[in-house]
C-alpha cells in the first residue's frame, strides 16, 4: 500500500481551498476554476469544463452552471463532488444535463454559480464563438486562448482530443487479497471518444498526493487498446496467473503475487508512456466509505459520488438506486429504428426472441447507446434502460450476444422491447440517456398498425415483421420474411401492404374445394385478378378479368384443388399486391367455415350447413334464464388470494369440487398455486396446512405453471393445465400436469407434478390463448350418449385409459379430448366445439349427463350446456347468467354434486379471474336433479292371443314425461326388435306372459325405467288348431 498520510502535492498549480461560506458553502471560489468551453465546432457538442486546482476534494452539489440568462431560463444544477487536479465535463446542451440545458451562443458566458443562485464562483465570456474551444494554458492559471484539437476531460497541453477523453472512471479499494477469490482493487479507465485508442506502454500508479514510482501497471497487449465508449478495470494487484497479456506489473513478482493494493487514502494517477499526466482522482479524507466505490456520475466526464455496487467495465450504480448516466452520443441522429415485430418468443416467424426491435447506425462513425432507453405507445416515463444482456448483433450466421453498446458505422443491433408490444398496432420509442424521463432526448420512434408487425387477435396477419425499406428510412413495409441484424434487403422483397377492403372471405371449404368472398360495403368493387393463396405461397385461385362484385353479393370459387385439411387463404390483390391472411384452420370443417359475427366480433366458425352464394348459416344462441336462483353472494374473504403478480388481481382461474368429498373446494391461480378449501360458515377458506396454497412445478422440479384449469380424476390425484410457464410467460407451453395431495402436510410449500403431458401440438394458439379448463368423464357416460369417434360409436377399448380427460382452450373455443396414459404421449381422441369462440372452462355435470361450457365476460357470461346428438356433442340449451351477478371475468366454474342438495337445490361456484371488489369466489344454485312422481306405472291394452295388437299404455308421471321408450319382454326375455309402443303377438309367443317396460326421462329429471304387470298366457286364437 501506498503511505496513507498525504504529503505535500509534488504537482503544479494546487492552491488550498478557500474558506466556506453561506455563499460558498463548499468554498469553490478560487479553487474551481471554468478551464476549457467549447460553444461551436466540436463534434461532441457544446460544452463547459470545470477544473479543481486546490488539494482537497470539492462538493458542487446544489451549485449551477448557466450562460448568460438568468437561471430560471437556463440552469444546469450540479450533483457530485469534484477531486483536487481533477477535471469535470458538461456537455451543456445535451437533455441529459435537465430541463434548463442550454446551448452556448456566439456572444454568450459560462457561469459556476453558488447554491444560493447569487454568488457567481467563476466566469468566463466570449464576443464570438469559441472554435474549436478555449482553453486556459497552463490549466487553472493561464489566459484563455483557442485550442488546436479541444480537450475535454483532460489537461489542455495534452493537445489530443481522442488522449483527453480517456479518463479515470471509477476506483474500488477494498478488494479481495491477492490470494483470495474475488475482485481485487481496480482502476476503471474510460475512452469517451469515437474510435479505439491503443494504450500500449500508458500506467497506472497510485500515491498519497504524489505518485509512487514503485507502484505500477503498465497496459499493453491486445486488451490495452480500448473501443470507443467501453470500460477497462485495471485490477492493480494480482496473481502472477492472472496478469493479463502484455501486461508489466511493479512491484515484481515475489513468487505469488504482482502489483499493489489501494489504499483508500491513495491518489490514483493515469499517465502516457512519456510520463505525461492524463488523469488522477482522490476521494478525500472521509469516514466508513472503504467499501463503496468512487465512481463518476457520467461516464468518464461527470462529477463524483461514492458508489452502491461494484461496476468494473458497466455503468456506475448509486445508492438509492441511481446509476451513472452516460453522455449522448454526439451522433445520436443517426440511430435509426429500422424493424419491429410484435410476435412473441414462440411465434412462428420470429428471430429467436419475442417482441423485438433492431436499430440501425446509418451514420459513418460509431454510436454507443450506453444508457438508452426504450418504450412502447406508453409515456416517456414509462421507458426502461436498453441492459447489454439484451442487445444482440449478427456474426453471420446468427444473432449473438452484443460485446458492447456501441453500434458500428452502418451496423444494427437488435433486442427485445422493454415493454410488450401489442399485435393489434403499437409504436416504439428510443430515448437517450438521463435520471428523468424529461431530459432523455426523443432519438427515433416508428409506429405500426393492426396485424403490420406480427400476429393480430382481430384478423389473420401473415406478417412476421414492420421493416424500414430501404434501411433507415422512415418508409416502413410488413414483410414476410425477417431480417433483424442485418440489412432489410431480404425481408423488403416480401414486403406487402395490408389489404383493407370491403370484399372479404365468407365462407370457405377445403372438402368441398370452393371459396365463397363478399362485399360489405355500398359500392361495387373490381376483383378482376385477385388471388386466392394458400399457407405455402400458391396460388389457387385467381378470378377471371372483368370480375366486379355489387354491394352484398357474392362471388363463388369452385373446383380449388390444393386447400389441406390445417391450411389457410389468402386474398391478395392483383393491382398491389396488398393481402390479407382471412383464415386459418387446423381441421375440416362440419362443412365449411363461415363468417360470423357472436358477441360483438367477427369469427370463423364451423358451420353444419354450407350456403354458398346464400347468407351464412352462423349459429345464434338465444339464452334462457338461468335455472337456477337469481342471487349470487361472495363466498371468500375480501382480497382473500393475494396478489401474486402486482396486477391488483387475485387471478383465481378454476376451481372444482371433490366428487368423493363434495365439501372440499380445489382452487388454482394462475400464478402456480393451488388451494383446498372448504366452507366455514358462508366463507370458503383453507383447511388446516393449506394456508396461503401450495407452489406448483413442473414434472421436472422446476417453472411455475400458469395453472387455468383443474379437475379430480377418479384415483383422487388432481390434473391441471397450464398454457405457459410463468418463468418464461412469452411462450405456449400447453401441458396437463397430474399432482398427488394425499400426503401434503402443513410444511409442504411446493408441489412437483408426478406426470405430465405436452399437449401443445394439439392446441395451436398464442401466448395466452391456450389451454384453460380440464374436466374428467368417464367412458360409462360417453357410451351411454352413444358419443362417436370417427363415425363410429366410442369404444372404450379402443384407448389405454378409463374415461377421457377434456380441455377448454381460451383461443379456438373448442373442447379436447385426451387420453393421457401413465409414461405415455398424450392421445387425442376428439375436438369438438363448445359453441363459443372461446371458451375458459367445461365441466362435467354427473348428475344431468351433460358438458357446461364456460365463455367469460367477453360472451356477457352466457352458458352453454352440450350433450350428445347424433355421435357429437351439440349445444342444448344456453343460459344466461344469473341475474344478480354482474358480467364477470369468470375463469371458472364448479358443480356441487346432488348428494349436496337441500332443499332442491345445490351450490354452483365461480372463479373470478378478476377479482372484481376484492372477491374471487361467488355462488348461486342449480335445481338438483329431481325424481318423478308416478301415479300409475305403464299397462298393456289388448288381448294375449296370437294375431293381437297388444299396446302399452303410457306411465301416469309428474311431471310428464318428454320422451318414452318401451321394450317388450315374453316371460321376462327381451323381444329382439320390439322396442315400439305396440307389439303383434307372434307363435312364438304361445303360452308366454308378456310385459313391457317404459323408459322415460325429462331434462333435468333422473330417467326411470318403469314396469308393467304381466299378461295372461299368450292363447291360440279361438277357431284354429
Same mark, same amino acid.
Given at each position: 500500500?501506498?503511505?496513507?498520510? @498525504?504529503?505535500?502535492?509534488?504537482?503544479?498549480?494546487?492552491?488550498?481551498?478557500?474558506?466556506?461560506?453561506?455563499?460558498?458553502?463548499? !468554498?469553490?471560489?478560487?479553487?474551481?476554476?471554468?478551464?476549457?468551453?467549447?460553444?461551436?465546432?466540436?463534434?461532441?457538442?457544446?460544452? &463547459?469544463?470545470?477544473?479543481?486546482?486546490?488539494?482537497?476534494?470539492?462538493?458542487?452539489?446544489?451549485?449551477?452552471?448557466?450562460?448568460?440568462?438568468?437561471?430560471?431560463?437556463?440552469?444546469?444544477? $450540479?450533483?457530485?463532488?469534484?477531486?483536487?487536479?481533477?477535471?469535470?465535463?458538461? %456537455?451543456?446542451?445535451?437533455?441529459?444535463?435537465?430541463?434548463?440545458?442550454?446551448?452556448? +451562443?456566439?456572444?454568450?458566458?459560462?457561469?459556476?454559480?453558488?447554491?444560493?443562485?447569487?454568488?457567481?464562483?467563476?466566469?468566463?465570456?466570449?464576443?464570438?464563438?469559441?472554435?474549436?474551444?478555449?482553453?486556459?494554458?497552463?490549466?487553472?492559471?493561464?489566459?484563455?486562448?483557442?485550442? =488546436?484539437?479541444?480537450?475535454?476531460?483532460?489537461?489542455?497541453?495534452?493537445?489530443?482530443?481522442?488522449?483527453?477523453?480517456?479518463?479515470?472512471?471509477?476506483?474500488?479499494?477494498?478488494?479481495?487479497?491477492?490470494?483470495?477469490?474475488?475482485?481485487?482493487?481496480?482502476?476503471?479507465?474510460?475512452?469517451?471518444?469515437?474510435?479505439?485508442?491503443? $494504450?500500449?506502454?500508458?500506467?497506472?500508479?497510485?500515491?498519497?498526493?504524489?505518485?509512487?514510482?514503485?507502484?505500477?501497471?503498465?497496459?499493453?497487449?491486445?486488451?490495452?487498446?480500448?473501443?470507443?465508449?467501453?470500460?477497462?478495470?485495471?485490477?492493480?494487484?494480482?496473481?502472477?496467473?492472472?496478469?493479463?497479456?502484455?501486461?508489466? %506489473?511493479?512491484?515484481?513478482?515475489?513468487?505469488?503475487?504482482?502489483?499493489?493494493?489501494?489504499?483508500?487514502?491513495?491518489?490514483?494517477?493515469?499517465?502516457?508512456?512519456?510520463?505525461?499526466?492524463?488523469?488522477?482522482?482522490?476521494?478525500?479524507?472521509?469516514?466508513?466509505?472503504?467499501?463503496?466505490?468512487?465512481?463518476?456520475?457520467?461516464?468518464?466526464?461527470?462529477?463524483?459520488?461514492?458508489?452502491?455496487?461494484?461496476?468494473?467495465?458497466?455503468?456506475?450504480?448509486?445508492?438509492?438506486?441511481?446509476?451513472?448516466?452516460?453522455?449522448?452520443?454526439?451522433?445520436?441522429?443517426?440511430?435509426?429504428?429500422?424493424?419491429?415485430?410484435?410476435?412473441?418468443?414462440?411465434?412462428?416467424?420470429?428471430?429467436?426472441?419475442?417482441?423485438?426491435?433492431?436499430?440501425?447506425?446509418?451514420?459513418?462513425?460509431?454510436?454507443?447507446?450506453? !444508457?438508452?432507453?426504450?418504450?412502447?405507445?406508453?409515456?416517456?416515463?414509462?421507458?426502461?434502460?436498453?441492459?447489454?444482456?439484451?442487445?444482440?448483433?449478427?456474426?453471420?450466421?446468427? $444473432?449473438?450476444?452484443?460485446?458492447?453498446?456501441?453500434?458500428?458505422?452502418?451496423?444494427?443491433?437488435?433486442?427485445?422491447?422493454?415493454?410488450?408490444?401489442?399485435?393489434?398496432?403499437?409504436?416504439?420509442?428510443?430515448?437517450?440517456?438521463?435520471?428523468?424521463?424529461? @431530459?432523455?432526448?426523443?432519438?427515433?420512434?416508428?409506429?405500426?398498425?393492426?396485424?403490420?408487425?406480427?400476429?393480430?387477435?382481430? %384478423?389473420?396477419?401473415?406478417?412476421?415483421?414492420?421493416?424500414?425499406?430501404?434501411?433507415?428510412?422512415?418508409?416502413?413495409?410488413?414483410?414476410?420474411?425477417?431480417?433483424?441484424?442485418?440489412?432489410?434487403?431480404?425481408?423488403?422483397?416480401?414486403?406487402?401492404?395490408?389489404?383493407?377492403?370491403?370484399?372479404?372471405?365468407?365462407?370457405?371449404?377445403?372438402?368441398? +374445394?370452393?371459396?365463397?368472398?363478399?362485399?360489405?360495403?355500398?359500392?361495387?368493387?373490381?376483383?378482376?385478378?385477385?388471388?386466392?393463396?394458400?399457407?405455402?405461397?400458391?396460388?389457387?385461385?385467381?378470378?377471371?378479368?372483368?370480375?366486379?362484385?355489387?354491394?352484398?353479393?357474392?362471388?363463388?370459387?369452385?373446383?380449388?384443388?390444393?386447400?389441406?385439411?390445417?391450411?389457410?387463404?389468402?386474398?391478395?390483390?392483383?393491382?398491389?399486391?396488398?393481402?390479407? @391472411?382471412?383464415?386459418?384452420?387446423?381441421?375440416?370443417?362440419?362443412?365449411?367455415?363461415?363468417?360470423?359475427?357472436?358477441?360483438?366480433?367477427?369469427?370463423?366458425?364451423?358451420?353444419?350447413?354450407?350456403?354458398?352464394?346464400?347468407?351464412?348459416?352462423?349459429?345464434?344462441?338465444?339464452?334462457?334464464?338461468?335455472?337456477?336462483?337469481?342471487?349470487?353472494?361472495?363466498?371468500?374473504?375480501?382480497?382473500?388470494?393475494?396478489?401474486?403478480?402486482?396486477?391488483?388481481?387475485?387471478?383465481?382461474?378454476?376451481? =372444482?369440487?371433490?366428487?368423493?368429498?363434495?365439501?372440499?373446494?380445489?382452487?388454482?391461480?394462475?400464478?402456480?398455486?393451488?388451494?383446498?378449501?372448504?366452507?366455514?360458515?358462508?366463507?370458503?377458506?383453507?383447511?388446516?396446512?393449506?394456508?396461503?396454497?401450495?407452489?406448483?412445478?413442473?414434472?421436472?422440479?422446476?417453472?411455475?405453471?400458469?395453472?387455468?384449469?383443474?379437475?379430480?380424476?377418479?384415483?383422487?390425484?388432481?390434473?391441471?393445465?397450464?398454457?405457459?410457464?410463468?418463468?418464461?410467460?412469452?411462450?405456449?407451453?400447453?401441458?396437463?400436469?397430474?399432482?398427488?395431495?394425499?400426503?401434503?402436510?402443513?410444511?409442504?410449500?411446493?408441489?412437483?407434478?408426478?406426470?405430465?403431458?405436452?399437449?401443445?401440438?394439439?392446441?395451436?394458439?398464442?401466448?395466452?390463448?391456450?389451454?384453460?379448463?380440464?374436466?374428467?368423464?368417464?367412458?360409462?357416460?360417453?357410451?351411454?350418449?352413444?358419443?362417436?369417434?370417427?363415425?363410429?360409436? %366410442?369404444?372404450?377399448?379402443?384407448?389405454?385409459?378409463?374415461?377421457?380427460?377434456?380441455?377448454? @382452450?381460451?383461443?379456438?373455443?373448442?373442447?379436447?379430448?385426451?387420453?393421457?396414459?401413465?409414461?405415455?404421449?398424450?392421445?387425442?381422441?376428439?375436438?369438438?366445439?363448445?359453441?363459443?369462440?372461446?371458451?375458459?372452462?367445461?365441466?362435467?355435470?354427473?348428475?344431468?349427463?351433460?358438458?357446461?361450457?364456460?365463455?367469460?365476460?367477453?360472451?356477457?357470461?352466457?352458458?352453454?350446456?352440450?350433450?350428445?346428438?347424433?355421435?357429437?356433442?351439440?349445444?342444448?340449451?344456453?343460459?344466461?347468467?344469473?341475474?344478480?351477478?354482474?358480467?364477470?371475468?369468470?375463469?371458472?366454474?364448479?358443480?356441487?354434486?346432488?348428494?349436496?342438495?337441500?332443499?332442491?337445490?345445490?351450490?354452483?361456484?365461480?372463479?373470478?379471474?378478476?377479482?372484481?371488489?376484492?372477491?374471487?369466489?361467488?355462488?348461486?344454485?342449480?335445481?338438483?336433479?329431481?325424481?318423478?312422481?308416478?301415479?300409475?306405472?305403464?299397462?298393456?291394452?289388448?288381448?294375449?292371443?296370437?294375431?293381437?295388437?297388444?299396446?302399452?299404455?303410457?306411465?301416469?308421471?309428474?311431471?310428464?314425461?318428454?320422451?318414452?321408450?318401451?321394450?317388450?319382454?315374453?316371460?321376462?326375455?327381451? &323381444?329382439?326388435?320390439?322396442?315400439?309402443?305396440?307389439?303383434?303377438?307372434?307363435?312364438?309367443?304361445?303360452?308366454?306372459?308378456?310385459?313391457?317396460?317404459?323408459?322415460?326421462?325429462?331434462?333435468?329429471?333422473?330417467?326411470?325405467?318403469?314396469?308393467?304387470?304381466?299378461?295372461?298366457?299368450?292363447?291360440?286364437?279361438?277357431?284354429?288348431?
Amino acid at each position: 500500500m501506498a503511505a496513507a498520510v @498525504v504529503t505535500t502535492l509534488g504537482i503544479a498549480s494546487l492552491s488550498l481551498t478557500a474558506p466556506a461560506s453561506a455563499a460558498d458553502p463548499a !468554498g469553490a471560489a478560487g479553487t474551481v476554476v471554468i478551464n476549457e468551453v467549447s460553444s461551436n465546432g466540436f463534434a461532441g457538442g457544446d460544452f &463547459i469544463e470545470l477544473y479543481n486546482k486546490s488539494s482537497t476534494t470539492i462538493d458542487l452539489t446544489g451549485y449551477h452552471l448557466k450562460d448568460n440568462a438568468p437561471l430560471v431560463e437556463d440552469d444546469i444544477p $450540479l450533483v457530485g463532488k469534484i477531486p483536487p487536479q481533477g477535471y469535470v465535463v458538461i %456537455y451543456t446542451s445535451s437533455p441529459s444535463s435537465g430541463p434548463k440545458s442550454f446551448g452556448l +451562443g456566439s456572444a454568450d458566458e459560462a457561469n459556476l454559480i453558488s447554491p444560493d443562485g447569487l454568488t457567481t464562483v467563476d466566469s468566463y465570456g466570449w464576443t464570438s464563438h469559441r472554435t474549436p474551444s478555449w482553453g486556459r494554458t497552463p490549466d487553472a492559471t493561464g489566459e484563455f486562448a483557442a485550442t =488546436t484539437s479541444p480537450t475535454p476531460g483532460g489537461p489542455n497541453t495534452l493537445g489530443s482530443t481522442a488522449e483527453a477523453q480517456v479518463t479515470i472512471n471509477e476506483v474500488f479499494t477494498d478488494g479481495a487479497g491477492t490470494s483470495a477469490p474475488g475482485l481485487h482493487d481496480y482502476v476503471e479507465i474510460y475512452n469517451g471518444g469515437s474510435t479505439p485508442i491503443d $494504450l500500449s506502454g500508458w500506467y497506472v500508479t497510485d500515491g498519497a498526493g504524489t505518485p509512487t514510482p514503485a507502484d505500477r501497471v503498465t497496459l499493453g497487449g491486445a486488451t490495452a487498446v480500448l473501443p470507443a465508449a467501453r470500460y477497462l478495470a485495471v485490477e492493480t494487484e494480482l496473481t502472477d496467473a492472472e496478469i493479463p497479456a502484455g501486461f508489466t %506489473y511493479l512491484p515484481v513478482s515475489n513468487g505469488t503475487k504482482s502489483g499493489f493494493g489501494l489504499n483508500k487514502l491513495d491518489w490514483v494517477f493515469l499517465y502516457k508512456p512519456d510520463g505525461t499526466l492524463v488523469a488522477t482522482t482522490f476521494k478525500g479524507v472521509l469516514p466508513d466509505e472503504h467499501a463503496n466505490t468512487w465512481s463518476r456520475v457520467t461516464s468518464g466526464t461527470g462529477l463524483w459520488k461514492n458508489g452502491a455496487d461494484q461496476t468494473p467495465g458497466a455503468i456506475n450504480t448509486f445508492p438509492g438506486g441511481g446509476v451513472e448516466t452516460p453522455p449522448l452520443d454526439p451522433n445520436w441522429d443517426d440511430i435509426e429504428i429500422n424493424e419491429i415485430a410484435s410476435l412473441n418468443a414462440d411465434d412462428e416467424g420470429n428471430p429467436g426472441f419475442g417482441d423485438a426491435v433492431e436499430l440501425v447506425n446509418t451514420g459513418d462513425t460509431a454510436v454507443t447507446i450506453e !444508457g438508452w432507453y426504450q418504450t412502447d405507445s406508453g409515456a416517456a416515463s414509462g421507458a426502461e434502460p436498453l441492459p447489454l444482456a439484451e442487445l444482440k448483433v449478427w456474426d453471420g450466421d446468427s $444473432l449473438e450476444p452484443a460485446a458492447d453498446f456501441v453500434v458500428p458505422a452502418g451496423g444494427y443491433v437488435a433486442f427485445t422491447s422493454t415493454k410488450g408490444l401489442s399485435g393489434e398496432g403499437d409504436s416504439v420509442k428510443i430515448y437517450g440517456p438521463g435520471a428523468e424521463a424529461g @431530459v432523455r432526448q426523443l432519438v427515433d420512434q416508428a409506429s405500426y398498425g393492426d396485424g403490420d408487425a406480427g400476429v393480430s387477435d382481430n %384478423y389473420e396477419s401473415d406478417s412476421v415483421a414492420f421493416a424500414a425499406c430501404p434501411d433507415g428510412s422512415d418508409e416502413f413495409w410488413r414483410v414476410t420474411e425477417n431480417s433483424f441484424g442485418q440489412d432489410n434487403t431480404a425481408s423488403c422483397a416480401t414486403k406487402s401492404r395490408r389489404l383493407d377492403s370491403s370484399v372479404v372471405l365468407n365462407e370457405v371449404s377445403n372438402s368441398a +374445394g370452393k371459396a365463397e368472398l363478399l362485399n360489405t360495403g355500398d359500392a361495387a368493387v373490381d376483383i378482376a385478378g385477385w388471388q386466392l393463396v394458400d399457407a405455402d405461397g400458391n396460388v389457387v385461385h385467381t378470378v377471371p378479368d372483368g370480375t366486379s362484385i355489387e354491394p352484398g353479393a357474392f362471388y363463388l370459387a369452385e373446383g380449388i384443388v390444393g386447400l389441406d385439411s390445417a391450411d389457410s387463404v389468402t386474398l391478395r390483390r392483383a393491382t398491389d399486391g396488398a393481402a390479407v @391472411v382471412a383464415h386459418t384452420w387446423f381441421e375440416d370443417g362440419i362443412a365449411s367455415y363461415s363468417r360470423c359475427e357472436l358477441f360483438g366480433d367477427i369469427a370463423y366458425v364451423e358451420t353444419p350447413l354450407a350456403t354458398w352464394g346464400a347468407a351464412n348459416s352462423c349459429p345464434s344462441l338465444d339464452p334462457q334464464p338461468w335455472l337456477g336462483g337469481a342471487d349470487v353472494v361472495t363466498v371468500d374473504e375480501v382480497n382473500g388470494f393475494g396478489d401474486g403478480d402486482g396486477n391488483g388481481e387475485g387471478d383465481v382461474s378454476g376451481a =372444482t369440487f371433490d366428487p368423493k368429498h363434495p365439501g372440499i373446494l380445489w382452487v388454482v391461480q394462475n400464478k402456480n398455486t393451488l388451494h383446498k378449501m372448504h366452507k366455514v360458515g358462508d366463507v370458503y377458506v383453507a383447511v388446516d396446512g393449506w394456508v396461503g396454497g401450495k407452489k406448483l412445478h413442473f414434472a421436472d422440479g422446476t417453472g411455475a405453471l400458469d395453472s387455468e384449469g383443474v379437475t379430480v380424476a377418479p384415483d383422487g390425484s388432481l390434473y391441471i393445465t397450464s398454457e405457459r410457464d410463468n418463468d418464461n410467460s412469452d411462450v405456449s407451453y400447453n401441458k396437463i400436469a397430474r399432482f398427488i395431495v394425499s400426503d401434503v402436510t402443513q410444511a409442504t410449500t411446493d408441489l412437483t407434478a408426478v406426470e405430465e403431458w405436452d399437449v401443445n401440438g394439439f392446441v395451436v394458439t398464442g401466448t395466452n390463448l391456450g389451454l384453460e379448463g380440464i374436466t374428467y368423464v368417464p367412458d360409462a357416460f360417453l357410451v351411454a350418449a352413444k358419443w362417436e369417434v370417427g363415425g363410429s360409436l %366410442y369404444r372404450a377399448s379402443t384407448y389405454p385409459t378409463s374415461g377421457l380427460f377434456v380441455t377448454a @382452450v381460451e383461443g379456438t373455443g373448442d373442447l379436447h379430448f385426451f387420453s393421457l396414459r401413465s409414461g405415455r404421449a398424450p392421445m387425442e381422441v376428439k375436438v369438438e366445439s363448445s359453441g363459443f369462440p372461446f371458451s375458459m372452462d367445461v365441466t362435467y355435470d354427473a348428475d344431468r349427463g351433460v358438458l357446461w361450457s364456460l365463455c367469460d365476460d367477453s360472451c356477457g357470461g352466457i352458458y352453454n350446456v352440450l350433450s350428445v346428438v347424433d355421435g357429437d356433442f351439440t349445444v342444448e340449451t344456453s343460459y344466461a347468467r344469473p341475474a344478480g351477478m354482474s358480467n364477470l371475468n369468470n375463469e371458472g366454474m364448479a358443480i356441487a354434486p346432488d348428494s349436496t342438495c337441500a332443499a332442491g337445490t345445490k351450490e354452483v361456484i365461480w372463479a373470478d379471474d378478476g377479482d372484481t371488489d376484492g372477491f374471487s369466489l361467488r355462488a348461486g344454485t342449480l335445481p338438483c336433479v329431481d325424481e318423478f312422481l308416478v301415479a300409475a306405472l305403464p299397462e298393456i291394452s289388448g288381448s294375449a292371443v296370437v294375431g293381437q295388437t297388444l299396446t302399452a299404455v303410457a306411465p301416469q308421471l309428474d311431471p310428464a314425461a318428454e320422451e318414452i321408450t318401451y321394450t317388450w319382454f315374453a316371460d321376462g326375455s327381451a &323381444i329382439a326388435g320390439a322396442t315400439g309402443s305396440t307389439l303383434v303377438l307372434q307363435p312364438s309367443h304361445l303360452g308366454q306372459r308378456i310385459s313391457v317396460t317404459a323408459t322415460v326421462g325429462a331434462q333435468y329429471y333422473e330417467t326411470r325405467t318403469l314396469q308393467s304387470a304381466e299378461t295372461k298366457k299368450v292363447a291360440r286364437a279361438k277357431g284354429k288348431a
